[in-house]
């Protein structure tokens, strides 16, 4: 069984672009997990999408948004690119029945984004 | 408001010994906390759930964890190291999608 999936795998961007990731969860789960891994403040909560909606975003302002496409692929924008956006960016899925999670969310090897 | 804490930021161990990497975490009802492993250049792995089950869970390579609610923690153990299980560990909460700040540990042969 192929695992969760990430696009690109290294993407350099300079300041004031815009950075696309991308991600495919695990077959048969509905909901994807977006996390920031920057270098000393470990893995922070961006959002996280289940059956094509938004369910829950982190602490993180309105220029970090993405979206679930119908295949339960997901995708992760961030416009306007700043210096400590340069991270590596987590993607996890886990399989939910309603609203009870397995709560065995599985990772993506990430993207690492680096800002210049 | 912080969810786990995690006490030590680097660990160092003997391979043989005993590893001990603590936990607290803080919530007014009963949480679902993790520990997830990370290999150097590699994903995270889940090493093992509490979800108010049994607490003393026990996860994949050997590792367990025993949920203590008098102490609020979640302690992972494992009684002897392995080269193989230097790597940072991460404890955390589900309900949150809270990660703790991780803790390196280091085996020394």
């Known amino acids: 069984e192929a695992g969760v999936t990430q696009s690109p795998t290294h993407l350099i961007k300079t300041r004031g672009q815009q950075a696309t990731l991308r991600c495919s969860p695990i077959?048969?789960?509905?909901?994807v997990y977006w996390y920031q891994q920057a270098l000393g403040l470990g893995l922070q909560f961006l959002l996280w999408?289940?059956?094509?909606?938004?369910?829950n975003r982190g602490n993180f302002p309105p220029r970090f948004s993405g979206r679930q496409f119908p295949n339960y692929s997901s995708e992760l924008n961030v416009n306007a690119l700043e210096l400590e956006d340069s991270a590596l960016y987590l993607c996890?899925?886990?399989?939910?029945?309603?609203?009870?999670?397995?709560?065995?969310?599985?990772f993506g090897p990430g993207t690492r984004l680096t800002v210049t | 408001a912080q969810s786990v804490t995690q006490l030590d930021s680097h660990v160092s161990v003997s391979e043989g010994t005993p590893v001990l990497l603590r936990c607290n975490y803080s919530?007014?009802?009963?949480?679902?906390l993790f520990w997830y492993v990370q290999h150097p250049n590699k994903g995270l792995q889940l090493l093992l759930k509490y979800t108010s089950a049994a607490t003393l869970v026990k996860g994949i390579n050997g590792f367990e964890a025993e949920f203590k609610k008098s102490e609020t923690s979640f302690h992972l153990t494992k009684p002897s190291a392995h080269m193989s299980d230097a790597a940072e560990y991460f404890c955390g909460n589900f309900n949150k999608f809270y990660f703790g700040s991780g803790t390196k540990l280091n085996v020394k042969p």
């Open positions: 919530s007014s009802y009963s949480p679902s």
């Open positions: 996890a899925s886990d399989l939910r029945t309603g609203l009870m999670s397995s709560y065995e969310q599985y």
């Open positions: 077959s048969g789960h509905t909901s």
């Open positions: 999408y289940d059956e094509g909606e938004e369910r």
